[in-house]
């Protein structure tokens, strides 16, 4: 009897353990929303939807932004951040059957998981309101959280501490401007005035990437690459940049050892003055203000000696697209709740302070007229308003940036000549298959 | 259900459940997926037959990730065995304090290889850096930005890593060799090297087997001080096959050919580890 008793006991214990396990193991997300929400006293009409945010940088006013919203319309947002590649986390998502609502991904994304999974958002008043919304196949699919411009960026306040006068960055207008202005630097004091950044995606998707886009029809040079039809050591854009990627490399503080510079040392040395110029954008603002601030930093597109009809502007347009999942996982109820988000985000005051005001964002809505707090992403505004921004070209094959980066960066650590990274290039596109859009 | 069924249930049914379910299940489920185009996303997932194994084939990178993995493993596996066993024989020889340096020594096994990766970083690219400038005088290049360099670091990280875990192993098997024979050999007329090698490394033969076998395994699928440790820069000379496989199937979207190179590349490491294992077990002695 005594035995029995013990055994059923243990068969109880046992049954507990691995009910408690199985539900560890496949509550996922929806049990820690639904957690969330008790704590943060209930969700209103019931409603809640996820949301996945790819910036690292703005996940807590992401959070913050969330609980207003619940406040005022009862729905409940979770919002979720992964250090994993984008496509690569949403596709385990989709695997089980759980995706997000929401999905913050690049404008390129929004052309494959975009088209496969967005819902239609045709008609959505934001869509009025701003030039860079996302279409494909005649549906609105994509919504810009911000804008996002690509040049050199400069230290107004290293420079004037160098020469001991006001930096006027309309007299930079071609490479031998620029090359004369970091020799008076180095006259000044200033051992290496610039700095580049050595990650595949600022080599290739970004700096490499401008080779396409500074041209009037981008599409068809990239057909011409596909077809290895195109010659780069013949065309003037290309070389262009790399006459000026020289310039940049002969004043790099950290020439010794180009290929090991981290991106931490880089940023510290702009955001603390150390140097005057580096290529990027106004996404590394909130890595500036890591270190001891000593702006303003600005930027300002790429000098060239070739003068033409993209002098004078930068590289840039909508980026950090949301699309909402309108799979079979997602209700009809989610994806309207998620859509009127999207609307509040892009209508309301609360989410222009949001985007302009809390994150620094260039906002991509018209209608926003909050000033931007980012001083990279205010002299990008300018640019904005002013029409001066060159679109970006979305449609990459996935492995340009990695396969190219890795190119770009033998070029930078003076382990190929220019013809042998022209070679690689034009070699590494005719053998890819074209990506449809 | 018979006696034998029932008991093994009680036993072994949640282990084997668990087992199939993380590993058995998702095994043949990647195989399958070798044979689609899938792209890691879409619902759709094209039978392509063998097309994807035939593209892992000819994949040139591929092969020279797995040509560097190789390098990699050899160099490592035999660094890591030849320290593991010197620290063995030094915290099993009665040095004082021998306690301690076995806690020392095993205490880098216990960081994650991610974290580990990171402190090597900064190591290598600042620490390093900066001694070699106050020496030198001149800026020294870092170790990490020259593709030996980052093999060496690779290398020199994983030893660090794994060495004291294999000393654990070297250590029981210095244990398990009973003193009596080592002293009845000395009586013979054996130096205390000669009794190391034809007596007590003998009968430690089975500590080898596992330690080249765990050292072996573990180096060919490295992904972790991979990744954060040179990221494969530069140039991309220290991609190993694991973070190929990675890129392959989910920077580039190929997740079918990736699954196929990720099979080969289970292939290579389980052929290579048995017939170590095989050819290790045949030699053993019993004293």
New interface residues.
């Given amino acids: 009897m005594k035995k029995s008793t013990t055994k059923k006991l243990l068969v109880a214990l046992?049954a507990f353990v691995?009910v408690f396990a199985m539900t560890a193991c496949g509550g996922g997300g929806s049990s820690e929303g639904g957690e969330e929400a008790a704590a943060s006293g209930g969700s209103g009409d019931g409603t809640s939807i996820t949301l996945f945010n790819s910036k690292n940088e703005i996940q807590e006013d992401f959070e913050n932004l969330a609980k207003v919203y619940e406040e005022q319309t009862g729905v409940h947002i979770e919002v979720y951040y992964s250090q994993d590649?984008v496509?690569?986390h949403?596709?385990t998502k989709?695997a089980s059957k759980a995706p997000y609502t929401l999905n913050m991904v690049d404008a390129k994304d929004i052309y494959?998981?975009g088209k496969?999974y967005g819902a239609d958002m045709t008609g959505a008043a934001w869509a009025e309101d701003t030039d860079y919304g996302i279409s494909v196949d005649g549906k609105v699919l994509g919504f810009p959280t911000c804008i996002e411009a690509r040049g050199i960026l400069y230290n107004s306040a290293a420079i004037k501490n160098a020469l001991g006068e006001d930096f006027d960055p309309a007299s930079i207008k071609t490479l031998d401007d620029f090359k004369a202005m970091c020799d008076k630097l180095v006259a000044a004091g200033m051992e290496a005035p610039t700095a580049i950044l050595?990650p595949d995606w600022s080599l290739a998707a970004h700096y490499l990437q401008q080779v396409y886009e500074e041209r009037e029809d981008p599409e068809a040079f990239i057909q011409d690459l596909y077809a290895g039809k195109a010659d780069l050591m013949k065309d003037e854009k290309f070389n262009a940049l790399m006459d000026t990627f020289d310039v940049l490399k002969e004043y790099n503080m950290f020439?010794?050892?180009?290929?090991?510079a981290?991106d931490e040392l880089v940023h510290q040395a702009m955001s603390e003055g150390q140097d005057a110029f580096q290529f990027g954008g106004c996404w590394e603002w909130n890595d500036l203000l890591t270190y001891d601030y000593n702006g303003p930093v600005g930027i300002m597109p790429v000098p060239q000696n070739v003068q033409d009809d993209y002098t004078g502007k930068l590289v840039g347009g909508g980026s950090k697209y949301f699309y909402v999942d309108g799979?079979e996982y997602t209700s009809e109820a989610d994806q309207e709740a998620a859509k009127a988000f999207l609307e509040w985000l892009a209508s309301s005051d609360e989410g222009k302070t949001f985007v302009s005001d809390t994150c620094g964002m260039v906002s991509p809505f018209k209608s926003n007229t909050v000033p931007c707090t980012n001083d990279i992403g205010k002299v990008v505004k300018e640019y904005v308003d002013a029409g001066n921004l060159v679109p970006n070209y979305d449609y990459d094959p996935?492995?340009h940036y990695?396969k190219l980066g890795?190119e770009m960066?033998?070029y930078l650590?003076d382990?190929c000549t220019r013809e042998e990274l022209a070679a690689a290039i034009q070699n590494y596109w005719a053998s890819t298959t074209p990506v449809e859009h | 259900m018979s006696y034998k069924v029932k008991q093994y249930l009680m036993f072994g049914g949640?282990g084997t459940f668990l087992f199939a379910a993380v590993v058995v299940v998702p095994f043949i489920y990647g195989i399958y997926l070798t044979f689609t185009s899938w792209?890691?996303?879409?619902?759709h997932k094209p039978f392509v037959g063998i097309a994807n194994y035939i593209a892992a084939f000819g994949d040139h990178e591929y092969w020279l990730a797995m040509g560097r993995t190789v390098i990699y493993t050899v160099f490592a596996v035999v660094l890591i065995n030849v320290l593991a066993f010197a620290m063995a024989y030094l915290v099993t020889s009665g040095v004082k304090g021998q306690n301690f340096f076995r806690a020392g020594f095993f205490i880098p096994n216990l960081i994650g290889g991610i974290v580990l990766g990171y402190v090597w970083k900064f190591v290598f690219?600042?620490a390093f850096?900066a001694i070699g400038t106050a020496i030198t005088g001149a800026?020294?290049?870092?170790l990490?930005?020259t593709p030996s360099g980052a093999m060496f670091c690779l290398i020199f990280a994983s030893v660090w890593q794994y060495a004291g875990y294999m000393m654990l192993i070297y250590v029981a098997g210095f244990m398990s060799v009973s003193d009596s024979l080592k002293e009845a050999a000395m009586i013979d007329g054996c130096t205390p090297s000669q009794a190391m090698r034809n007596v007590t490394i003998p009968l430690m033969r089975s500590s080898f087997v596992q330690c080249i076998f765990l050292s072996i395994t573990r180096c060919f699928v490295i992904y972790d001080v991979n990744l954060s440790l040179t990221k494969g820069?530069?140039?991309?000379q220290s991609i190993m096959a694991a973070m190929h496989v990675y890129?392959t199937a989910?920077?580039?979207?190929n997740?079918g050919m990736g699954q196929a190179e990720a099979l080969i590349l289970f292939v290579v490491c389980a052929v290579v580890g048995i017939t170590q294992v095989w050819v290790g077990k045949k030699g053993e002695v019993e004293a």
């Fill in positions: 046992l691995m590649t496509s690569a949403l596709a989709y494959s998981l496969q050595k020439k010794a050892g180009a290929i090991s981290e799979s996935d492995d990695s890795i960066q033998k650590g382990q | 949640i792209d890691g996303v879409s619902p690219n600042r850096v800026p020294t290049t870092s990490l930005a820069e530069p140039f991309g890129n989910f920077t580039y979207k997740y």
